[in-house]
C-alpha cells in the first residue's frame, strides 16, 4: 500500500517510552504510515531501526522535530507538506518532566516543551489536517497531575506528585486542548487530552516497572483506540484508560 493511501500519523516524542510503543502497535496495522518524531536524528535512527527490524506490516519514517523549537516545528510541517501533502493524526507527546536548573528554569522548560510545543504544533500541521481525508484527530498527552482539582484533594490520586512546573504545564496543555477543542470541533475534527497513567518510560527515575508502573504496551494503546475513532464521542475532553478525570 502507498504511504498516499494509508493513515498517515505524527508522534512526537516517539524514539522512547508510551511515544516508542504507540509507534509499534500502530505498525500492527498495515494501513498506518507512522511519522516517528525524535528531536535526535541518531535516536529516532536508532528508533526506526528497531521498527522495521520487527517486520511490522506498518510503514514509519523519521522525521526531526524539536518541539522546543519552534523553527523545528515548522520545518518539520514543510518536510511532510512536501513528502505527504497531508496528515490524518498528530499526538502531540513529547514531554519534559523539568527536573534540572533553578526553579524558573524547570517551570520555562516545562511550558516550552509541555504546553506551547503543542500549541504550536498544531498551529503548524493544522493546515495539512484539514487536507486529511477522513476525520483529523489531534491527542494531547497530559497526564492526571494537571488536573486541579485533583491537587486540591489532599487525598487524590498522584497526590504525591510534588513537580510544580510539570503538573502546572500539563494544566496548561488542557486549556491549550480545550481551545483546539472549541477551535476545530465545529470542522468535524476530534482533539482530546489523554493521561496514559504512572507508566514505566525515561520520564524521571521513578518511572520503573519495580516501582510499580504499568508497562508502556499498556500506556499506549488506549490511544490507538482513540486514534481508531472508538472515543470520538468524549471530543474535548480529560481521558484517561477508563474515563476521564475532573479538570
Ligand atoms: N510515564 C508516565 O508515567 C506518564 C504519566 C502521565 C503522562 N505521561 C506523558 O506521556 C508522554 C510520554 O512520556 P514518557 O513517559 O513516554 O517519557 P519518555 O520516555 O521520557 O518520552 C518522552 C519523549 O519526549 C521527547 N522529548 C522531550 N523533549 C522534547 C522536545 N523538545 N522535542 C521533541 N521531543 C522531546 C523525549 O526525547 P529524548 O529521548 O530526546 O529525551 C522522549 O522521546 C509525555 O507527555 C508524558 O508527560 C507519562
Known amino acids: 500500500m502507498a504511504p498516499t493511501e494509508k493513515t ?4 512526537t516524542g516517539a524514539n522512547s517510552g508510551i511515544g516508542f510503543e504507540l509507534a509499534a502497535q500502530l505498525l500492527s496495522n498495515a494501513s498506518n504510515h507512522v511519522l516517528l518524531g525524535s528531536r535526535s536524528v541518531e535516536k529516532g535512527e536508532a528508533a526506526v531501526k528497531e521498527l522495521q527490524s520487527r517486520n511490522l506490516p506498518g510503514t514509519v519514517e523519521l522525521i526531526q522535530l524539536d518541539v522546543a523549537s519552534e523553527d523545528s516545528i515548522f520545518a518539520a510541517a514543510k518536510e511532510v507538506e512536501s ?10 507527546n513529547a514531554a519534559v518532566a523539568g527536573s534540572s536548573g533553578s526553579f524558573a528554569q524547570r517551570l520555562n522548560e516545562c511550558f516550552r516543551t509541555n504546553a506551547t510545543g503543542p500549541a504550536v504544533m498544531v498551529e503548524a500541521f493544522a493546515p495539512l489536517l484539514e487536507k486529511s481525508a477522513s476525520t483529523p484527530r489531534i491527542v494531547n498527552v497530559t497526564s492526571g497531575g494537571g488536573s486541579i482539582a485533583m491537587r486540591l484533594d489532599p487525598n487524590g490520586p498522584g497526590k504525591n506528585i510534588k ?3 510539570y503538573r502546572a504545564s500539563k494544566s496548561a496543555l488542557n486549556m491549550v486542548m480545550a481551545c483546539q477543542a472549541v477551535e476545530y470541533g465545529p470542522r468535524g475534527w476530534k482533539v482530546f487530552a489523554f493521561c496514559p497513567g504512572y507508566t514505566a ?10 516501582l510499580g508502573a504499568q508497562p508502556t504496551s499498556e500506556g499506549a494503546a488506549p490511544i490507538v483506540d482513540i486514534l481508531d475513532g472508538k472515543r470520538d464521542g468524549e471530543h474535548g475532553g480529560y481521558l484517561h484508560a477508563k474515563g476521564q478525570y475532573a479538570w
Open 8 to 11: 498517515i500519523i505524527l508522534i
Open 83 to 92: 513528502k505527504h501533502s497531508r496528515l490524518d493524526a498528530l499526538v502531540n
Open 163 to 165: 513537580n510544580v512546573q
Open 201 to 210: 518510560s525515561n520520564l524521571s527515575a521513578s518511572n520503573k516497572v519495580e
